[in-house]
């Protein structure tokens, strides 16, 4: 289970800067005007060889000081629900402001693990003006220079000590559920999440309206079918970054995020009369990278005007978008007339079960072998690449490692050759695969 640490304070204090420094990428655009970040930032992160969840609550806040004062509460308090770890940035330049106390105020009434960061200190007489943070009321500090990153390290020693307590303390609660397979359905506002959900369950269970984002929430079901029992959590839309405008929105795409990480399959729901678009294809990124099995359901199937071609045109379409990964199932269904919906399901549990596969290891190298003498790596500045041996790892999902005697020649297209063998042969549909490349 993968922890979220949020990084909340009042603007320009320099939240993007260690944001981009923790997710180790230009991903914010860090401007000195008050309140640049417009934008979600949402990134992994890992030290020390534990991973976890970096969210940059800044630059929700629009309008003048007045505003962003009840703005900046809020905004606290939704990170506050949805975080595991606080980091609290403040800023040595401008010293302890209302506004650094209010946010303290909202702090010290938490019970999760709260880290004080003091930025901007690059000298011996900046270190020595941190002391007045002293006056918040949240003990020790940190003092860091975010843009060039002194004291970053230390801060992060101490925070990764703190995720194995706040990951038992929450698997103890979570174990009953974690133990059933979890389908998480997903997909931009109004592509009809709720709707598929109340076909599937036959009942009212999630408010239904045309009003696009009225599930603030994700909501957990238990469902039995095909002799499967698994829980469906039904998320909030995720919006696009622009429109990401009220706070509700901040925090139903923070839900999305937290269920993606913590489902098993991800079931995208995309709008047939919209097309695939760059949300969508945000949101299949965003479970391919957190190794999650994948099944596309294109709803509305019924509002579309088709031929004999509609639904292959519509495969290519989608499978333009997500390539290189493109073995992933994808049902056309309609979730007012009930139309394929239990395939869906169905598809989704094969793509549980395929995320399990398990291929022994002398069985494994009986078949890939013979495939990779016939089709070797392409020979490297006069360098002939051998691989001799293969295996699944023990890995929750489905990873593999070939051992070669080169192994820093073997380029992408070879990789992606093998891969494709692999699918041809074993049912990983759905399912992303790691291959590694390692010396014998």
Same mark, same amino acid.
């Given at each position: 289970?993968?922890?979220?640490?949020?990084?909340?304070?009042?603007?320009?204090?320099?939240?993007?800067?260690?944001?981009?420094?923790?997710?180790?990428?230009?991903?914010?655009?860090?401007?000195?005007?008050?309140?640049?970040?417009?934008?979600?930032?949402?990134?992994?992160?890992?030290?020390?060889?534990?991973?976890?969840?970096?969210?940059?609550?800044?630059?929700?806040?629009?309008?003048?000081?007045?505003?962003?004062?009840?703005?900046?509460?809020? +905004?606290?308090?939704?990170?506050?629900?949805?975080?595991?770890?606080?980091?609290?940035?403040?800023?040595?330049?401008?010293?302890?402001?209302?506004?650094?106390?209010?946010?303290?105020?909202?702090? $010290?009434? &938490?019970?999760?693990?709260?880290?004080?960061?003091?930025?901007?200190?690059?000298?011996?007489?900046?270190?020595?003006?941190?002391?007045?943070?002293?006056?918040?009321?949240?003990?020790?500090?940190?003092?860091?220079?975010?843009?060039?990153?002194?004291?970053?390290?230390?801060?992060?020693?101490?925070?990764?000590?703190?995720?194995?307590?706040?990951?038992?303390?929450?698997?103890?609660?979570?174990?009953?559920?974690?133990?059933?397979?979890?389908?998480?359905?997903?997909?931009?506002?109004?592509?009809?999440?709720?709707?598929?959900?109340?076909?599937?369950?036959?009942?009212?269970?999630?408010?239904?309206?045309?009003?696009?984002?009225?599930?603030?929430?994700?909501?957990?079901?238990?469902?039995?079918?095909?002799?499967?029992?698994?829980?469906?959590?039904?998320?909030?839309?995720?919006?696009?970054?622009?429109?990401?405008?009220?706070?509700?929105?901040?925090?139903?795409?923070?839900?999305?995020?937290?269920?993606?990480?913590?489902?098993?399959?991800?079931?995208?729901?995309?709008?047939?009369?919209?097309?695939?678009?760059?949300?969508?294809?945000?949101?299949?990124?965003?479970?391919?990278?957190?190794?999650?099995?994948? &099944?596309?359901?294109?709803?509305?199937?019924?509002?579309?005007?088709?031929?004999?071609?509609?639904?292959?045109?519509?495969?290519?379409?989608?499978?333009?978008?997500?390539?290189?990964?493109?073995?992933?199932?994808?049902?056309?269904?309609?979730?007012?007339?009930?139309?394929?919906?239990?395939?869906?399901?169905?598809?989704?549990?094969?793509?549980?079960?395929?995320?399990?596969?398990?291929?022994?290891?002398?069985?494994?190298?009986?078949?890939?072998?013979?495939?990779?003498?016939?089709?070797?790596?392409?020979?490297?500045?006069?360098?002939?690449?051998?691989?001799?041996?293969?295996? +699944?790892?023990?890995?929750?999902?489905?990873?593999?490692?070939?051992?070669?005697?080169?192994?820093?020649?073997?380029?992408?297209?070879?990789?992606?050759?093998?891969?494709?063998?692999? $699918?041809?042969?074993?049912?990983?549909?759905?399912?992303?695969?790691?291959?590694?490349?390692?010396?014998?």
């Amino acid at each position: 289970m993968n922890s979220i640490v949020a990084i909340v304070g009042r603007p320009n204090v320099g939240k993007s800067t260690l944001f981009n420094r923790l997710v180790q990428r230009r991903e914010a655009i860090v401007d000195a005007v008050s309140g640049v970040t417009r934008d979600r930032h949402y990134g992994k992160s890992d030290w020390n060889g534990k991973e976890f969840s970096v969210i940059d609550t800044g630059g929700y806040v629009k309008g003048s000081d007045d505003v962003f004062e009840g703005e900046i509460r809020k +905004q606290v308090e939704l990170a506050l629900d949805e975080a595991d770890i606080i980091v609290f940035v403040v800023d040595v330049e401008s010293g302890v402001t209302s506004l650094d106390r209010d946010v303290a105020t909202i702090l $010290r009434k &938490v019970k999760k693990p709260i880290f004080l960061v003091v930025n901007k200190v690059d000298n011996a007489m900046r270190d020595a003006d941190a002391v007045e943070f002293y006056e918040l009321g949240l003990g020790e500090y940190f003092t860091i220079s975010s843009i060039n990153g002194s004291g970053t390290g230390d801060l992060l020693d101490e925070l990764v000590k703190e995720i194995p307590k706040t990951i038992e303390e929450t698997e103890a609660e979570e174990l009953e559920a974690e133990a059933l397979p979890k389908f998480a359905v997903v997909g931009r506002p109004n592509a009809g999440k709720s709707s598929f959900i109340n076909a599937l369950i036959g009942e009212e269970r999630n408010i239904v309206t045309d009003v696009a984002g009225t599930t603030r929430d994700s909501i957990d079901t238990k469902y039995n079918r095909y002799g499967f029992d698994f829980t469906l959590v039904d998320t909030a839309g995720i919006r696009k970054k622009s429109k990401v405008k009220e706070d509700l929105e901040f925090y139903s795409v923070m839900r999305s995020i937290r269920a993606i990480e913590h489902a098993d399959v991800i079931v995208l729901v995309v709008d047939a009369t919209r097309g695939f678009e760059g949300q969508d294809q945000n949101i299949f990124w965003l479970a391919q990278k957190n190794r999650k099995g994948v &099944v596309i359901l294109v709803n509305k199937w019924d509002l579309v005007e088709k031929d004999t071609h509609t639904t292959k045109q519509f495969t290519q379409q989608i499978e333009r978008e997500i390539a290189p990964f493109t073995d992933v199932p994808i049902v056309f269904i309609s979730a007012l007339t009930k139309q394929r919906i239990f395939k869906a399901i169905e598809t989704a549990v094969e793509v549980y079960k395929n995320r399990a596969n398990r291929i022994p290891t002398s069985k494994f190298n009986e078949t890939m072998l013979p495939i990779i003498g016939h089709y070797p790596p392409p020979a490297y500045k006069g360098k002939y690449v051998k691989i001799k041996y293969c295996m +699944q790892l023990p890995t929750p999902t489905p990873q593999f490692v070939f051992f070669a005697n080169l192994p820093q020649y073997i380029r992408d297209p070879y990789k992606r050759f093998v891969e494709n063998k692999l $699918r041809e042969i074993y049912d990983f549909s759905g399912v992303p695969i790691t291959l590694y490349f390692r010396k014998k």
